[in-house]
């Protein structure tokens, strides 16, 4: 079925690094824009990325440019979020959500999430 | 930076009740906004993009409006599966989003 799945999450150090994967199915994943998009526990939404269906064009949240890379593999449909240099308040569950094909700023797919936690 | 303040922020209702919520933006944003459901554990879920239009699959009961710079999500009538966080999105700044504080519907 259609569906994107997160994996990667866990406990780190701060300052450490961690990667996260998004793999998709059941649709096309080449012809979409992928996003992340974070929830810190208790709070509300905030978008952390953005990256083209083809992967040529990237863009950031404030929060998190220059330490945060996305990135994507459209042989293996798998969306990804490379994190260094994390912080306390990087520690929330980052969703991967796809952009709609006609509008890509709307998620009309999300997936589970997967709960980063970043503490000594 | 636009800004998104939806209100309220909590609201008690009834099954049956009909339920506003609203967003407004801290400047024009035209018809660019989607309402999202979210309930406790799980992703969100889009419910209405373009200010109005309904998500395929979305009960016919939740509905979304715009007037000027504010933005209006409507649920009819309250069922018990309604019952969760509702957050609207901008994305008039595209791709750069931004999303509402958020507003929680719990069971009075």
């Known amino acids: 079925q259609v569906q994107l799945v997160e994996s990667g999450g866990g406990v780190v150090q701060p300052g450490r690094s961690l990667r996260l994967s998004c793999a998709a199915s059941?649709?096309?994943?080449?012809?979409?824009?992928m996003h992340w998009v974070r929830q810190a526990p208790g709070k509300g939404l905030e978008w952390v990325a953005f990256?083209?269906?083809?992967?040529?064009?990237?863009f950031y949240a404030d929060s998190v440019r220059g330490r945060f890379s996305i990135s994507r593999d459209n042989s293996r449909n798998t969306l990804y979020l490379q994190m260094d240099s994390l912080r306390a308040e990087d520690t929330a569950v980052y969703y991967c959500?796809?952009?709609?094909?006609?509008?890509?700023?709307?998620?009309?797919?999300w997936g589970q999430g997967t709960l980063v936690t970043v503490s000594s | 930076d636009i800004q998104l303040t939806q209100s309220p922020s909590f609201l008690s209702a009834s099954v049956g009740d009909r339920v506003t919520i609203t967003c407004r933006a801290s400047?024009?944003?035209?018809?660019?906004l989607a309402w999202y459901q979210q309930k406790p554990g799980k992703a969100p879920k889009l419910l209405i993009y373009?200010?109005?239009t309904l998500q395929s699959g979305v009960p016919s009961r939740f509905s979304g409006s715009r007037s000027e710079a504010e933005f209006t999500l409507t649920i009819s009538s309250l069922q018990p599966e309604d019952f969760a966080t509702y957050y609207c999105?901008?994305?008039?700044?595209?791709?750069?989003?931004?999303f509402g504080g958020g507003t929680k519907v719990e069971i009075k």
């Open positions: 959500a796809r952009g709609n094909f006609d509008n890509a700023g709307t998620l009309d797919l």
């Open positions: 059941g649709f096309t994943f080449s012809y979409y824009g």
């Open positions: 990256i083209w269906y083809d992967g040529r064009q990237k």
């Open positions: 400047q024009g944003i035209a018809s660019n």
């Open positions: 373009a200010a109005s």
């Open positions: 999105q901008q994305l008039n700044t595209y791709p750069s989003l931004t």
